[in-house]
T-cell receptor, first 110, second 113 residues
Framework: DQQVKQNSPSLSVQEGRISILNCDYT??????FLWYKKYPAEGPTFLIS?????DKNEDGRFTVFLNKSAKHLSLHIVPSQPGDSAVYFC?????????FGAGTRLTVKP | DAGVIQSPRHEVTEMGQEVTLRCKPI?????LFWYRQTMMRGLELLIY????????DSGMPEDRFSAKMPNASFSTLKIQPSEPRDSAVYFC???????????FGSGTQLSVL
């Protein structure tokens, strides 16, 4: 049972434009949400997170938005750069229990 | 810090053989997670430990899978007997404290022929 869903397996954008990656979750008990980035042959690395008490968190080019009523979060990357090309995993957690989505492969074209 | 260390990086084995994957968490971290990455399901949580005690193993797919954490610096994930559908990348991650950020190892690419 997938508690965290990323319905877009892939996304392609032009360099300099905005990338928007989406994520939905089913368990309203999750209280902390994260995005991880994964390059080939490496483990996922933490990118940005948001607590359930907030609806937006920004870190440089990366912004995460949380809509608790819709159980939806999104990651905005602007402007997108070729080095952002990777697989992005959305995660939701409560305590130590963290669940991941299937990932979205982002390709940023020069 | 060396980060989470997993071994081997790659494992190729024949169906029916026993496979043991190893993980050394970051020193001082008290939670350890085993994940399996597949194209269809992404990162699946298999099992996690807190203070060396298994907390939730509901993600372990079958009795063929078992995990141990004999001490705070070492964990194993064993598959016996292995099957071709077990082929995937297996990640270990560790974190500090309740709800702390998880740090991942580089993964073990398992191929069962």
């Amino acid at each position: 049972d997938q508690q965290v869903k990323q319905n877009s397996p892939s996304l392609s954008v032009q360099e300099g434009r905005i990338s928007i990656l989406n994520c939905d979750y089913t368990n309203s008990m999750f209280d902390y949400f994260l995005w991880y980035k994964k390059y080939p042959a490496e483990g996922p690395t933490f990118l940005i997170s948001i607590s359930s008490i907030k609806d937006k968190n920004e870190d440089g080019r990366f912004t995460v938005f949380l809509n608790k009523s819709a159980k939806h979060l999104s990651l905005h990357i602007v402007p997108s750069q070729p080095g952002d090309s990777a697989v992005y995993f959305c995660a939701a957690s409560r305590g130590e229990d963290m669940r991941f989505g299937a990932g979205t492969r982002l390709t940023v074209k020069p | 810090d060396a980060g989470v260390i997993q071994s081997p990086r790659h494992e190729v084995t024949e169906m029916g053989q026993e496979v043991t994957l190893r993980c050394k968490p970051i020193s001082g971290h008290n939670s350890l997670f085993w994940y399996r990455q597949t194209m269809m399901r992404g990162l699946e949580l298999l099992i996690y430990f807190n203070n060396n005690v298994p907390i939730d193993d509901s993600g372990m797919p079958e009795d063929r899978f078992s995990a141990k954490m004999p001490n705070a610096s070492f964990s194993t994930l064993k598959i016996q007997p292995s099957e071709p559908r077990d082929s995937a990348v297996y990640f270990c991650a560790s974190s500090l404290g309740f709800g702390g950020l998880s740090f991942f190892g580089s993964g073990t690419q398992l191929s069962v022929l």
